[in-house]
């Protein structure tokens, strides 16, 4: 498939820590199959993959807002994974959209019941989002 090479190195990449790099590459692979005249056909689990990954990137570099865009694409590519609406429900969650929050929690467990990851964040947004409500006038 063409990409898989590109996409190989930034997993590679991605997998040694070198961030800036696997970023590239993931932006490289992920413009080939979105782009230009020589726009490719790539497998929707290798581009969400492909986002996803590039929004954990920018998730460790604080990049919020641009981590959960990076999700929101990986979702549109392939709606039943359950990986990207779990990390985009942690970002809500530290910016304490907790409703927001839950919707994405839930909807990574309901794509996987054994997420336990969703599962703990999913009974940790509701403890704190009915101790903001208790301290809410």
Known sequence: MAGRPVLAEADAQFQQQNFSTAEECYTEFIHMCTEGRQKHKCCAQDLANAYNNRGQIKYLRVDFH???DDYTL???NKEDFEVPYYNRGLIKY??????Q???DFKKALALNPDFKDARLSL???LIDKKEKESREY
Not at 94 to 99: A, I, N, P, S, V
């Open 66 to 68: 641009e981590a959960m």
């Open 74 to 76: 990986a979702i549109e």
């Open 94 to 99: 530290r910016l304490g959209f907790f409703d």
């Open 101 to 103: 929050a839950l919707e």
């Open 123 to 125: 009974d940790q947004t």
